[in-house]
Nanobody, 122 residues
Framework: QVQLVESGGGLVQAGGSLRLSCAAS????????IGWFRQAPGKEREFIAQ???????LYADSVKGRFTISRDDNKNTVYLQMNSLKLEDTAVYYC????????????????WGQGTQVTVSS
């Protein structure tokens, strides 16, 4: 069992930055791959990025070069640094845990946080 809690969302102007955090507790965090997803109203949940337990990373094309995922196993926390934010980045952002490396599919993630709202304004 893994418990995940996201934080760091908020309102930001286009072009600005935010850093989201995903704090994990429960089973061994160091062996778990963590992904970030987002869901905008009326849209399906979208894969953003994953970091494996070895800190290998995978990104969606829509955020590559703007977002950076990282992890601090000493703090059991994964971060998503979001730069050059666009209006279309507005969504609820979720972190999730999986045993499948390099997976973009939400159904392969077993544990989810409650989400944090990110709103980008013009």
């Amino acid at each position: 069992q893994v418990q995940l809690v996201e934080s760091g969302g908020g309102l930001v102007q286009a072009g600005g930055s935010l850093r989201l955090s995903c704090a994990a507790s429960g089973r061994t965090f160091g062996n778990t791959h963590i992904g970030w997803f987002r869901q905008a109203p009326g849209k399906e949940r979208e894969f953003i990025a994953q970091i494996t337990w070895r800190s290998n990373t995978l990104y969606a094309d829509s955020v590559k070069g703007r977002f950076t995922i990282s992890r601090d196993d000493n703090k059991n926390t994964v971060y998503l640094q979001m730069n050059s934010l666009k209006l279309e980045d507005t969504a609820v952002y979720y972190c999730a845990a999986t045993s499948t490396a390099f997976s973009r599919a939400p159904q392969s993630y077993n544990y989810w946080g409650q989400g944090t709202q990110v709103t980008v304004s013009s």
